[in-house]
Structures are given as structure tokens and as C-alpha cells.
């Protein structure tokens, strides 16, 4: 399974995303999730909101492994 989840502008632009590759060898599951979050220090707050929404997508597919890359 694949997802895509657009994070820029409140989803309505495609500048800001994330990738969510799930796949199984034998009984387990792995997750593999590459990402592009909003810059700069002073938009921590908003960038938190945006990994902590990623989380509870790859929670979803309840992987035994998960793998979070990017920026």
C-alpha cells in the first residue's frame, strides 16, 4: 500500500508532503515514510502539527517497523 498526504497549505498545495510505502516480508510489516516539511525555526509549531499528523496516518497501517525520513 501507498499513500500520499499533502501538507502544504493546509493540503492544498503539493509543496509539502509526505510518502507512505507499507510492505510485508513473510509476517511483517514495515512502513516507510519519506517527508517534506515547512522550513525554518520559526515554524516549529506548525512543522510538529505536520509529523505528529504523519504519525497517526502510519499508526493506521499498524506496521511492526516504521521508518521516517526526510527533513
Known amino acids: ?3 500520499y498526504i499533502r501538507l502544504g ?3 492544498l498545495t503539493a509543496n509539502k ?3 507512505l510505502c507499507c510492505l ?4 511483517i510489516k514495515f ?3 519519506g517527508c517534506h516539511l515547512i522550513p525554518h525555526n520559526e515554524n516549529n509549531q506548525e ?3 505536520e509529523i505528529s499528523y ?3 496516518e502510519i499508526e493506521k497501517f ?9 527533513d
Not at 24 to 27: A, L, Q, R
Not at 62 to 70: E, F, K, L, P, R
Request: proline share 0%; glycine share 6%; no cysteine.
Open 17 to 19: 508532503s509526505a510518502i
Open 9 to 11: 497549505s493546509n493540503g
Open 62 to 70: 499498524q506496521a511492526d517497523y516504521s521508518v521516517i525520513t526526510g
Open 31 to 33: 512502513i516507510f515514510t
Open 1 to 3: 500500500d501507498t499513500k
Open 24 to 27: 510485508s516480508i513473510d509476517s
Open 47 to 49: 512543522r510538529n502539527i
Open 54 to 56: 504523519i504519525i497517526n
